[in-house]
């Protein structure tokens, strides 16, 4: 949170993200096991793992934790900072993909060696505000966990009706 997304000449500060915990997390790509589509996943930490989303919207997350885990976190929102012309919007991951030209051809780069896809340190500490995940309630309870970070104070983090946090039960 509060860190750089840079891609060539864009840069976006990282202003909302959602934990994954691996194959156990039934939210979690991983849950499936290796499959051509988690191999980045279920590889090694300090790559991009960016997969086609409801047939239309690339999605970017950052491989955490052991080599195998599945663990990662999904970049959520960015707010526009270098690189954009005219008004953007970099809410939700699909945008945020759009906006940082980061497609599917970017799966598995290393973001930690200072290539073409990487991130710079943040400038100033964020309100870190916490919720249930977004659109996955067909989790169940895993849906429910507070792992969504957000900026509280930015207003680049994405709009939500509550029906789309958690798995829609009462909490």
Same mark, same amino acid.
């Given at each position: 949170?509060?860190?750089?997304?840079?891609?060539?000449?864009?840069?976006?500060?990282?202003?909302?993200?959602?934990?994954?915990?691996?194959?156990?997390?039934?939210?979690?790509?991983?849950?499936?096991?290796?499959?051509?589509?988690?191999?980045?996943?279920? #590889?090694?930490p300090?790559? *991009?793992?960016?997969?086609? +989303?409801?047939?239309? =919207? @690339?999605?970017?997350? &950052?491989?955490?934790?052991?080599?195998g885990?599945?663990?990662?976190?999904?970049?959520r929102?960015?707010?526009?900072?270098?690189?954009?012309?005219?008004?953007?919007?970099?809410? #939700?991951?699909?945008?945020? *993909?759009?906006?940082?030209? +980061?497609?599917?051809s =970017? @799966?598995?780069?290393d &973001?930690?060696?200072?290539?073409?896809?990487?991130?710079?340190?943040?400038?100033?500490?964020?309100?870190?505000?916490?919720?249930?995940?977004?659109?996955?309630?067909?989790?169940?309870?895993?849906?429910?966990?507070?792992?969504?970070?957000?900026?509280?104070r930015?207003?680049?983090?994405?709009?939500?009706?509550?029906?789309?946090?958690?798995?829609?039960?009462?909490?």
């Amino acid at each position: 949170m509060g860190c750089f997304l840079v891609h060539g000449p864009r840069v976006g500060r990282i202003v909302e993200t959602e934990a994954y915990r691996g194959p156990k997390d039934l939210a979690c790509h991983a849950r499936v096991g290796l499959t051509k589509r988690t191999r980045t996943l279920l #590889g090694v930490p300090g790559h *991009a793992y960016v997969f086609l +989303i409801y047939g239309m =919207h @690339d999605c970017m997350n &950052v491989v955490c934790k052991a080599d195998g885990s599945g663990h990662a976190v999904l970049l959520r929102a960015v707010e526009p900072v270098a690189g954009f012309s005219g008004e953007l919007r970099g809410d #939700g991951p699909g945008r945020l *993909a759009r906006i940082m030209q +980061i497609a599917r051809s =970017h @799966d598995g780069l290393d &973001v930690c060696e200072g290539g073409v896809l990487g991130f710079l340190p943040r400038d100033r500490r964020p309100s870190v505000g916490v919720s249930a995940r977004v659109g996955v309630g067909y989790a169940g309870s895993w849906a429910d966990k507070p792992w969504r970070f957000f900026d509280a104070r930015s207003p680049h983090v994405s709009k939500l009706g509550a029906a789309t946090l958690g798995s829609g039960r009462s909490r």
